[in-house]
């Protein structure tokens, strides 16, 4: 059982580097999303997307872009990192129904030096 | 606009005793619902349990349930019995139940057991 797979899980970057994290999910949920955790702050929604083809701003979206490639795929876009961006980002999806429960990746460790 | 509030950062408990975990929340739809998630130091996010604003009853998952008082909004987590093996983070969030399938978590509440 696959569930939630996000990549890659460590990655450190030079201030300024873009990179992607990619996320796929293969249980055919229609919700997904992107979250980053920082001490104390608990988990900040930074997009979500309800379906194939939508996505919406969350709580923290600067500086983040983010594409809902298919139903399976939804990945998080640094265009320029910075070091506030340090952070552990978790994706997840959701079906409306299917137990009430949100599967979350394992978690990505970034570090922006 | 911050929807889901945890105001303890930190508890304690006894192990074989029972704890409340508080979880307040502001909203004016009428559809809505509430999950608690524990975080161990490993990282991972488990799911525990879900209350739907309609639902009838209190939720309860072995162990774990959720007082759900919605004239207070509040939608606190009881865990009777603590074990060693809930020292961890908790998380309370809200489900925004229109079609946009929105959640929002609180910053978190953090529990250790005591032997």
């Known amino acids: 059982n696959a569930g939630v797979t996000q990549t890659p899980k460590f990655q450190v970057l030079k201030t300024g580097q873009s990179m992607t994290l990619q996320c796929a999910q293969d249980?055919?949920?229609?919700?997904m999303y992107w979250y980053r955790q920082d001490p104390g702050m608990g988990l900040r929604l930074i997009y979500y997307?309800?379906?194939?083809?939508?996505?919406d701003k969350g709580e923290v979206p600067n500086g983040y872009n983010v594409s809902r490639l298919n139903k399976r795929e939804f990945s998080l876009r640094l265009e320029s990192a910075a070091p506030s961006q340090t952070s552990v980002y978790f994706c997840a999806s959701s079906e409306r129904g299917s137990g009430n429960t949100i599967y979350f990746g394992e978690g990505s460790w970034l570090t922006v030096v | 606009a911050q929807k889901i509030t945890q105001t303890q950062p930190g508890m304690f408990v006894q192990e074989k005793e029972a704890v409340t975990l508080d979880c307040t929340y502001d909203t004016s739809d009428p559809s809505y619902g509430l999950f608690w998630y524990k975080q161990p130091s490993s990282g991972e996010m488990i799911f525990l349990i879900y209350?739907?604003?309609?639902?009838?009853q209190n939720a309860t998952e072995g162990r774990y349930s959720l007082n759900f008082q919605k004239a207070r909004k509040s939608a606190n987590l009881v865990i009777s019995a603590s074990q060693l093996g809930d020292s961890a983070m908790y998380f309370c969030a809200f489900l925004d139940s229109g079609g946009y399938q929105k959640v929002t978590f609180g910053i978190g509440t953090k529990l250790q057991v005591i032997p």
């Open positions: 249980m055919n949920h229609n919700s």
């Open positions: 997307s309800a379906s194939e083809g939508t996505t």
């Open positions: 209350q739907g604003s309609y639902d009838q």
